[in-house]
Antibody, heavy 118, light 111 residues
């Protein structure tokens, strides 16, 4: 079946970086964009960025430009989100989600908890 | 771009019909017919319930329906069931650098 499987929980110190992976299966990886959406504890959803697995093209929310980098490896149908210069307010669950802009996110990964703490 | 405004909570008894509103602006909800709704149970990933304002993905119960008027979109749940108790988020395409904006979220309680 169509699914996105993310890497496991991470703990980082302030100022460090984290890289989260999202492996797609059950569909053609290059047919859909992959988005990254985060959710701080008890809070709402926040869109961060997208990548086109086909072209490698990306777009980032203004808030995250310069701090987030999206990449992909089409040979293993996996996308990556790297977030740098972590602060305590980056503690959140990070989700990858499939979509064809401007339409909705129809398949979501299970989420990856990133905790930033000294 | 500010988050779309949703009521913090909505409740209803089993079998009742409830409606969740999602108010945006002419820059998002009012302009684009790309409003979607997501259901999220505690500790789980969001699940797409409605896309393009009124479309229901395969497998989603027909008790869920969407609509839009002006800058406000709505999600209606009819025949409320215990399993509908969850958080619900709306989302609208907003174009440009913003891409999408999410709603503040609504907790649905089945009494």
């Amino acid at each position: 079946q169509v699914q996105l499987v993310q890497s496991g929980a991470e703990v980082r110190e302030p100022g460090a970086s984290v890289k989260v992976s999202c492996k797609a299966s059950g569909y053609t990886f290059t047919d859909y964009y992959l988005h990254w959406v985060r959710q701080a504890p008890g809070q709402g959803l926040e869109w961060m960025a997208w990548i086109s697995p086909d072209t490698g093209g990306t777009d980032y929310a203004q808030k995250f430009r310069g701090r987030v980098t999206l990449t992909r490896d089409t040979s293993i149908s996996t996308a990556y989100m790297e977030l740098g210069r972590l602060g305590s307010d980056d503690t959140a669950v990070y989700y990858c989600a499939r979509g064809k802009p401007p339409d909705a996110f129809d398949i979501w990964g299970q989420g990856t908890m990133v905790t930033v703490s000294s | 771009q500010s988050a779309l405004t949703q009521p913090a909570s909505v409740s209803g008894s089993p079998g009742q019909t409830i409606t969740i509103s999602c108010t945006g602006t002419s820059s998002d909800v009012g302009t684009y017919n790309f409003v979607s709704w997501y259901q999220q149970h505690p500790g789980k990933a969001p699940k797409l319930m409605i896309n393009e304002v009124i479309k229901r993905p395969s497998g989603v119960s027909n008790r869920f329906s969407g609509s839009k008027s002006g800058n406000t979109a709505s999600l209606t749940i009819s025949g409320l069931q215990a399993e509908d108790e969850a958080d619900y988020f709306c989302c609208s395409y907003a174009g440009g650098n913003t891409f999408v904006v999410f709603g503040t979220g609504t907790k649905v309680t089945v009494l």
